[in-house]
C-alpha cells in the first residue's frame, strides 16, 4: 500500500539524488571542483542518451520535413561576427569595490522592478544603474559600493591554430549549437531533396563564459542543446510558429511531464536576432518557473548575415515557381542539462510503502536509465544465482539491465527505485520448481508472478 506523501520536494534532495546515485558529479571534484561544470555519470549518461534518443526520433525519424546534423564545434571565427556575438552578445556586469564579487545587473535590477532592455548600451545600462544602485546589496558582503558597468563578453576563446602566440583572431568555441545549422543549410538544400518548408535539427555543444554559473544543471558554463531550425518563405512564419510552439509544448507532456508543471512565457525583450521569443517554463522544486527551451522567430537575419559576411548567396530558389528569397528560420532550442533537470525533478517522488518512506523516480519507461533489474533472492544459493544469471542473460542486450545480488531484497527494490528501473524480477527457489519469478512494479510496488518464456514480453517497452 502506497501513500502519497505531499510534503514539498526541495531542489537539494533532487542534488543529493543525483550525487547519491552517480547521475551527476561536480566537475573535476578531485581538484576541488569547477564552477559550472559538470560530469553525467553512469545512470546520467543513460539517462541524457534517453531524452536525446527520444529528442531525435521526435524531431528526425518520424518526421518526413526534418533532417539532422552534426557540425564541427570550431567554426571560421566570422561566423561569429556574422551571427552578432561577437559584439552583441554580453551580459552587463558589475563588481562589488568591498569584496569583489560580481552580479549580472539586468538580473539584478528586474529583482527590484526594474527593466534593463537588452539592446541597452553600455551608456544607457550605466544610467540606469546609477539611478537605482543604492537599493542593490552585495549579495556576498550586503554593501553598495559598485563599479560602473561593463559588457563581458559571453564568448569563450580558445587557441586553436594560433601557432606564434601572438595576437590573431581567436576561434571561438560554440556559444550557441545552431550556427552550424545556418553554415550547412545550402549543402543540405543542394545535395538532400528537402524543399522549403523544412528543418533542420542538431544537438551540439555550446559554451558561454556565465558570471554566475548556478542552480545546479541549470546555468553552466558548458552545456548542450538541442535546436531545430525551421526555413519558410518569408511572412509565411505565423502559422508554423504557432504549430511548432504547440509541439514542443507536447512533446514534453508525452515524455510524462505533468502538465501543470509547464507553461509558454513570452519574452519582453527580445535579444538581437529575434522578431518573437517564448520560453517553455518548467515549474522547478525550489527555483520555481524557469526556462527550459526557447522557441525563437529569427526572420531571415541569420542566412542575410551569412551571406553578407561569407560572400556566399544563401537565397533559395523555390523549384515550382523560379521564386528566389532568403528563408526565415523558426529555431527551438533546449538545454539537454535543463531537460534533464526537468525529467528528474517531475519523476522525483517520496512516498511511504507500508511503515517506509521510499524515494522514486517515477520516470518514463524509454527515459528510464535501467528497464529491468534482476535479483537472485539469496546470494550464498548457487542454484538461485545460477538461475538468475541464465535470466539476466537471456535480457541483457535487448533492454538495458542490471545485476544485484548485494543485500536484502527490500534494500535493493529501493536503490532500484532511487534511478527509476520500472521492473525488478526475482528469481526464488519457487522458480526452480514452475519455471516462474516475480515481477514487482516500481511504481505500485505490486508483485506477480510471471513465466519466465513470458518475461520479455511482460517488460519490454511494447507492454510498459
Ligand atoms: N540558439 C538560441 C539560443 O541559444 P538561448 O535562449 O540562449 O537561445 C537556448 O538558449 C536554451 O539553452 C535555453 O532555453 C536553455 O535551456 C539552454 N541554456 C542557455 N544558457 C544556458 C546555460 N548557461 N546553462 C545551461 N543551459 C543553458
Not at 132 to 156: E, M, Q, R, S
Request: hydrophobic fraction near 35%; include cysteine.
Amino acid at each position: 500500500m502506497i501513500d502519497k506523501n505531499t510534503s514539498n520536494i526541495q531542489m537539494e534532495s533532487i542534488i543529493s539524488l543525483c550525487k547519491r546515485r552517480g547521475f551527476v558529479y561536480q566537475g573535476s571534484d578531485i581538484y576541488g571542483g569547477m564552477a559550472g561544470m559538470y560530469d553525467f555519470g553512469p545512470y546520467g549518461v543513460e539517462l541524457l542518451n534517453n531524452i536525446k534518443a527520444q529528442w531525435w526520433k521526435e524531431n528526425v525519424q518520424t518526421r518526413e520535413d526534418y533532417v539532422g546534423l552534426d557540425s564541427a564545434m570550431f567554426k571560421e571565427p566570422k561566423v561569429w561576427d556574422a551571427s552578432g556575438h561577437t559584439s552583441g552578445f554580453s551580459d552587463p556586469l558589475s563588481e562589488c569595490k568591498v569584496c569583489n564579487t560580481r552580479i549580472r545587473v539586468d538580473k539584478e535590477l528586474a529583482k527590484i522592478g526594474i527593466t534593463a532592455d537588452e539592446k541597452m548600451s553600455e551608456a544607457a545600462i550605466n544610467e540606469l544603474f546609477d539611478a537605482h544602485k543604492a537599493d542593490i546589496k552585495c549579495p556576498k558582503c550586503g554593501k553598495t559600493d559598485w563599479t560602473p558597468v561593463k559588457a563581458f563578453n559571453l564568448l569563450v576563446k580558445t587557441n586553436m591554430g594560433n601557432f606564434t602566440g601572438l595576437d590573431e583572431q581567436p576561434v571561438y568555441l560554440p556559444g550557441e549549437a545552431c550556427q552550424g545549422i545556418y553554415l550547412n543549410f545550402k549543402n543540405i538544400v543542394d545535395t538532400t531533396r528537402m524543399k522549403v518548408p523544412f528543418g533542420i535539427a542538431q544537438i551540439g555543444k555550446a559554451f558561454r563564459n556565465e558570471i554566475s554559473p548556478r542552480n545546479f544543471l541549470f546555468r553552466c558554463r558548458e552545456f548542450e542543446q538541442a535546436d531545430t531550425q525551421y526555413f519558410v518563405k518569408p511572412h509565411e512564419n505565423k502559422e508554423a510558429y504557432e504549430r511548432i510552439k504547440q509541439e514542443r509544448m507536447d512533446w514534453y507532456v508525452r515524455m510524462g511531464i505533468k502538465p501543470e508543471n509547464l507553461r509558454f512565457k513570452q519574452h519582453d525583450n527580445l535579444v538581437f536576432y529575434a522578431s518573437d521569443a517564448w520560453d517553455i517554463e518548467y515549474n522547478f522544486p525550489s527555483y520555481g518557473f524557469d526556462e527550459i527551451e526557447g522557441i525563437h522567430d529569427r526572420t531571415d537575419y541569420d542566412l542575410s548575415q551569412h551571406t553578407k559576411f561569407s560572400g556566399v548567396d544563401l537565397s533559395y530558389k523555390d523549384p515550382y515557381t523560379g521564386e528566389k528569397y532568403i528563408p526565415w528560420v523558426l529555431e527551438t532550442s533546449a538545454g539537454l542539462g535543463r531537460m534533464f533537470l526537468t525529467f528528474i525533478s517531475d519523476a522525483y517522488t517520496e512516498d511511504k510503502v507500508g511503515d517506509d518512506m521510499r524515494t522514486v523516480l517515477k520516470l518514463s519507461y524509454d527515459l528510464a536509465p535501467i528497464k529491468v533489474a534482476v535479483f537472485p533472492l539469496l546470494k550464498n544459493k548457487p542454484e538461485l544465482v545460477a538461475k538468475s544469471r541464465e535470466v539476466y542473460e537471456m535480457l541483457k542486450g535487448r533492454l538495458n539491465c542490471e545485476w544485484d545480488d548485494n543485500g536484502n531484497i527490500g534494500k535493493r527494490y529501493r536503490r532500484q527505485d532511487e534511478i527509476g528501473t520500472p521492473y525488478c524480477v526475482v528469481v526464488d527457489f519457487e522458480t526452480l520448481e514452475d519455471n516462474m519469478v516475480t515481477v514487482r512494479d516500481r511504481d505500485t510496488t505490486e508483485q506477480k508472478r510471471v513465466s519466465i518464456d513470458e518475461l520479455f514480453a511482460t517488460i519490454a517497452p511494447t507492454n510498459a
